[in-house]
């Protein structure tokens, strides 16, 4: 018992020191004042309380900041959702406006033609090696025909192949099927331009003609089937050879196919 109590000697000084401590702050409490022990004693009861309570305080202090990085990653998620949302909604308002403009440009265009000319949605299309055609929303319901002209406010893109009682079928100026007669805008000559799938060709045009890259070819009216000067090519590249009396012209389309979304129905 003697040895453990050598051995532990320090240990009991420091329990004995904060007994009595604490035995004499609770006389001066009892009588009313405080002695000269009031700081020591005060001083180490509060190491001991500090050193009791700090883990707690650690601890309460970990589960607070837990608390407050759930929250926050809430937030986030809540936030990231939101402007997912947002964009979405974005995206549709924007494709909503540029319809709009399409089709207040188609309708702008449509007061240099005969007030019983169509606007009509493309949905749908074949370009296929053999073929060149477009499906829109109107037909012969609507008063649309047959080798009616269709139109964009860019310029020409075919003329009705088909027409059933809610759609119709446009067969492209690329089609192989399809031919319009054409002149230089810049001297007037003329010609006819055949679809050939990739591209356009400008046949029986003279060797002598004046065809030169760039050149825009616009409807002539020769045809029966398009008002004249309508946009419809260019021309891309002009081929001459000594053995025969007439030019390889090579036109592109004005209109880019893929990216019709509204036309214009000439009804005559």
């Known amino acids: 018992m003697l040895g453990f109590i050598k051995k532990h000697k320090r240990s009991f000084f420091i329990l004995f ?10 006389v001066q409490v009892k009588s009313g004042r405080f002695s000269f022990m009031e700081r020591p004693v005060l001083a180490v009861s509060g190491f001991f309380e500090r050193t009791i ?16 990085l759930v929250h926050t990653e809430r937030e986030n998620r809540r936030l990231k959702e939101e402007l997912e ?12 406006l540029l319809e709009n403009e399409r089709l207040r440009e188609a309708l702008g265009f449509k007061k240099y033609y005969p007030p019983t000319s169509v606007v009509a949605q493309v949905i749908g299309g074949d370009l296929s090696p053999s073929s ?52 230089v805008q810049r001297n007037r000559e003329e010609g006819l331009l055949e679809g050939k799938i990739s591209h356009c060709a400008l046949k029986y045009v003279s060797y002598y003609a004046d065809i030169q890259e760039g050149d825009l070819l ?14 419809v090519a260019t021309v891309v590249k002009v ?13 592109k389309p004005i209109v880019r196919f893929s990216r019709v979304e509204e036309v214009l129905v000439l009804r005559k």
Request: net charge neutral; no cysteine.
């Open 17 to 26: 020191l904060f007994a009595l401590m604490f035995w004499l702050l609770t």
């Open 53 to 68: 309570t700090a883990p707690f305080r650690f601890v309460g202090s970990v589960v607070d900041g837990y608390v407050v």
């Open 85 to 96: 949302r947002l964009k979405l909604e974005n995206s549709a308002t924007n494709e909503i």
């Open 132 to 183: 060149s055609t477009l499906t829109i929303s109107k037909g012969s319901g609507d008063g649309i025909e047959k080798d009616m002209a269709v139109i964009t406010p860019s310029g020409v893109i075919g003329r009705i192949q088909l027409a059933l009682q809610g759609t119709a079928k446009v067969v492209l100026l690329s089609d192989p099927g399809s031919t319009i007669a054409v002149r």
């Open 218 to 231: 616009i409807t002539s009216g020769m045809d029966g089937l398009y008002p004249p000067g309508l946009p």
């Open 239 to 251: 081929t001459r050879h000594e053995a025969s009396a007439f030019q390889k012209v090579v036109a």
